[in-house]
């Protein structure tokens, strides 16, 4: 296959391919809408796609598919192969301009949250030039946005190519008010990093909990899990390097920067971080790469897990979304500058964010609400469900300096007050990492924490960019109104650190005592669940600031939470459905036909030795039977608590009904169903255990 230079990319219809295949002047009005987003006319998309179609035949394609995100939060595709019938009874490959820029799938089985009346069924997929096509086995996929035919976001890339358009466009404002008069775009990065465990296929196969649900809804704890701190960076097994070594090459035929791989925490757990990129990108090599992951594992008869809790007791999977703003021209503008005056421009980029995660704390915290992601967050494993965001010691003295107006003991011991050119210079701080936080400042970019294994960085995303854009609004607003920048931008900075101080923390997040000063003393919102916080997505501030930046439309936004939570309902009511069928059908039967062999064993030694007592057979078939008795009292309280959610007006009151009843009915079944694991012969026991799967791969 050659070296990795030579075969990055290889399945990518990139920009060096562009170059070598498009005619000149075509080449340069595709780049201008890649750059600028300029509108491209017919005769460059005919050229374009001749191209592509030429260039994807040569690697093997016969097929094309729009390439999208629906709300199911995977991606789809519809598979349309390029053969055209010829006069003579044969076909030729063709491929036009039309097909690239629109194709029409039936959006009716796709969710719209009640966006798309049944009777429009129609929907279309618009190509998103910024994204490269790629080939996935036969097929030339193209990244497409979904939308209705009324025009609304039936996906999650609409909205992120909005929310990326809305922060460029504050940004620019303030870059401009500091004189910069060559940048051309401010676009945001991200550099996911992705957790997730790899399991022996023949094990997964065993589990219905796994393979209806993607998480274990039983299981007794192994004797051995993370407490021996033995995995994390742990040396690599034969089989999963074999893994990652495939995964990486497949990754890097993509074109997606897969860079760092280590074990994690828990056994059998890992992780894969690429190199950053532009975030819509980034969007779509993270969704091909949990994709991938799993396609892989599949050949090296292994299943990758990426379920944010799949085993209670050791830690689950979470994705860390490293996210910064950058120019054209290639400055971070989180990246704190040599001069004060470049200081300046960075503290007020700084406080953006700072005011964003602060005003949408609750946009942020239900941006990453799923089902499986509530068991992770506050578990002492990922940050709590209340946000804050860490600063580090050297940026927060300079914070605390510039409110006050007290001397800062940085490098420049000066008092700190109006005027750009006091501002202080300081160091790059990035050793004090702070791995509780939620929202983490490291450097020169931030660390949202909160996110899910599964969940699509879209989401996230989508809220942080808009927030900052909102921020940044205001802030351009004041200031291309101001008499003095200088003194303006100062005191505006200063207001931010005085009224938004409160997120600031940072200590140790994972502390119960930090809740309790979070949500008393300073405040903040904490949403333990996904019904306790989806519903604030239809708050006014929140409905107003996506509105007012051309992120979502308020008909999009309704449909967003009806979609989530209804998500979030189906999700649970198969937990608990797969918990009541396991445990009548299998778990129940198992222990009893235990429970009979120890009592055949005790009628046998009977039959040997009249008026023997049996006492430790008769003991554990007391036990058993107890068990089995709860067993059954506890299915048949779930099954009626999953029929009592039809009862329900709406999905608000169903996923409410699911938190406070059907998933304490499913903890209840659980705990009777553990102990008799523990309890009964192994070769009884239906499933593989806890210790057979979290130690199954070596
Ligand atoms: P860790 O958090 O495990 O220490 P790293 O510091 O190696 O991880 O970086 C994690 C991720 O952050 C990588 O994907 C990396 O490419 C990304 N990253 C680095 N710089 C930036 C940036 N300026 N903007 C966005 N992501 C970045
Ligand atoms: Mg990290």
């Known amino acids: ?112 949250g009640g966006l798309r009346a049944t009777f429009e069924a129609r929907g279309y997929t618009a190509w998103d030039p910024t994204s490269y096509a790629f080939i996935k086995g036969k097929t030339l996929c193209i990244p497409t946005a979904f939308c ?65 649900t993607g998480r274990t809804l039983f299981g007794a704890k192994a004797p051995k899990g993370q407490e021996m701190d033995d995995h994390y960076f742990g040396v690599i097994k034969p089989r999963v390097a074999a893994f990652m070594e495939e995964l990486n090459e497949e990754l890097w035929k993509l074109g997606i920067l897969a860079k760092t791989e280590h074990n994690e925490v828990a056994p059998a757990q890992h992780e894969l971080a690429p190199i950053y990129s532009t975030t819509n990108i980034a969007t779509d090599h993270n969704q091909l790469t949990m994709e991938i992951m799993q396609k892989v594992a599949a050949k090296h008869g292994l299943v990758c897990l990426l379920h944010e809790k799949p085993f209670a007791g050791v830690n689950g999977s979470g994705k860390h979304n490293n996210w910064s703003m950058a120019t054209d021209t290639g400055t971070n503008l989180l990246s704190p500058g040599d001069t004060p005056y470049e200081n300046a421009q960075f503290l007020l980029f700084l406080c953006a964010v700072i005011k964003a995660v602060d005003d949408y704390q609750d946009l942020l915290r239900l941006s990453v609400a799923t089902a499986g992601n509530d068991h992770r967050l506050g578990a002492n494993e990922a940050p709590p469900a209340v946000i804050s965001i860490f600063l580090g010691d050297e940026l927060t003295g300079v914070l605390e300096a510039i409110e006050t107006g007290t001397p800062y003991n940085g490098a420049e011991k000066k008092q700190m007050k109006l005027g750009v050119d006091v501002l202080p210079r300081f160091n790059r701080d990035t050793t004090d990492r702070n791995r509780t936080s939620p929202f983490a400042f490291t450097g020169n970019k931030f660390e949202f924490r909160m996110l899910g294994s599964s ?23 004041r200031l291309e109104g101001a008499e003095d920048f200088e003194t303006t931008l100062h005191e505006m900075i200063r207001k931010t650190i005085k009224d938004h101080k409160r997120i600031i923390f940072n200590g140790n997040g994972y502390d119960d005592a930090w809740i309790k000063e979070a949500t008393e003393r300073r405040g903040l919102h904490n949403y333990p669940t996904t019904p306790d916080c989806m519903p604030h997505l239809l708050d006014k501030k929140n409905i107003d600031m996506l509105t007012a930046h051309g992120v979502y439309s308020q008909a999009e936004l309704k449909s967003r939470c009806e979609i989530m939570l209804e998500n979030y309902c189906k999700a649970v009511t198969i937990e608990a459905n797969t918990m009541v069928t396991m445990a009548k059908t299998e778990i129940v039967p198992a222990v009893e036909a235990y429970a009979m062999e120890v ?39 779930l099954e009626e608590a999953v029929l009592a959610l039809h009862t329900a007006q709406d999905v608000i009151a169903q996923a409410n009904a699911i938190r406070d009843t059907v998933l304490i009915k499913m903890r209840e079944l659980r705990v009777p169903c553990d102990e008799a694991e523990t309890l009964t012969a192994k070769k009884y026991w239906p499933y593989p255990t806890y210790g057979d799967l979290l130690f199954s791969v070596n």
């Open 1 to 112: 296959m050659g070296t990795v230079p030579e075969y990055f990319g290889c399945l990518v219809f990139d920009d060096r391919v562009m170059k070598a295949s498009l005619p000149a002047d075509v080449y340069r009005s595709l780049r201008k809408t890649i750059d600028e987003g300029a509108r491209l006319d017919s005769s460059v998309a005919n050229a374009v796609a001749t191209a592509m179609k030429d260039w994807a035949v040569a690697h093997g394609a016969t097929h094309y598919t729009h390439w999208f995100q629906p709300l199911t939060g995977i991606t789809a595709e519809k598979h349309d192969s390029f053969i055209y019938p010829s006069p003579d009874g044969g076909v030729i490959m063709e491929f036009s301009g039309k097909e690239l820029i629109k194709g029409e799938p039936d959006a009716s089985s796709f969710p719209s």
């Open 455 to 477: 969940n699509s960085i879209a989401c996230a995303n989508i809220m942080l960019n808009s927030a900052v854009a909102e921020s940044l609004k205001i802030y351009a607003d």
């Open 148 to 212: 209705s035919y009324g025009g609304e976001a039936l996906d999650k890339k609409t909205p992120l190519l909005r929310s990326m358009k809305a922060l460029n466009k504050q940004a620019m404002r303030i870059l401009r008010l500091f004189g910069n008069d060559t940048v051309k775009c401010v676009r945001t990065s991200v550099g996911p990093e992705q957790e997730y465990f790899l399991i022996a296929k023949e094990m997964y196969d065993r589990r219905p909990d796994l393979r209806f």
């Open 599 to 637: 009592a055949k064993a005790a009628a046998a030694k009977k039959a040997l030795e009249a008026g023997l007592a049996c006492s430790y057979e008769s003991a554990l078939i007391r036990k058993l039977s107890a068990l089995t008795d709860k067993i059954a009292v506890k299915a048949d309280e």
